[in-house]
């Protein structure tokens, strides 16, 4: 059975910082390459940041660039989110996936933490 469970999601003022965990199960976590998405109330949901399972491959959308930091280890079945810098606009569900190697459509979603920004 895979899980993976996020935690770290809370209260914070503009400006501050969080840091998001999720910690996978029921899968051989170093093939898969790691994510975090959001999703906003009304709105789609986005891509925040991935990991490749390499570790040293990543990608940011341009509203996080240079304020989120997505990090692995793979000795804990762990990816992580470092926020700083946090915005109102951040705030939103924050999910973490995993997607397999290309072409096995192997896909899992946690449960989603939320995040809120604000005074």
């Known amino acids: 059975q895979v899980q993976l469970v996020e935690s770290g999601g809370g209260l914070v003022q503009p400006g501050g910082s969080l840091r998001l965990s999720c910690t996978a199960s029921g899968i051989v976590f170093s093939i898969y390459h790691m994510g975090w998405y959001r999703q906003a109330p009304g709105k789609q949901r986005e891509l925040v940041a991935v990991i490749g399972s390499d570790g040293d491959s990543t990608n940011y959308s341009d509203s996080v660039k240079g304020r989120f930091t997505i990090s692995r280890d793979d000795a804990k079945n762990t990816v992580s989110l470092q926020m700083n810098s946090l915005r109102p606009e951040d705030t939103a569900v924050y999910y973490c996936?995993?997607?397999?190697?290309?072409?096995?459509?192997?896909?899992?979603w946690g449960q989603g933490t939320q995040v809120t920004v604000s005074s």
């Open positions: 996936n995993a997607a397999g190697p290309r072409l096995t459509g192997w896909e899992y």
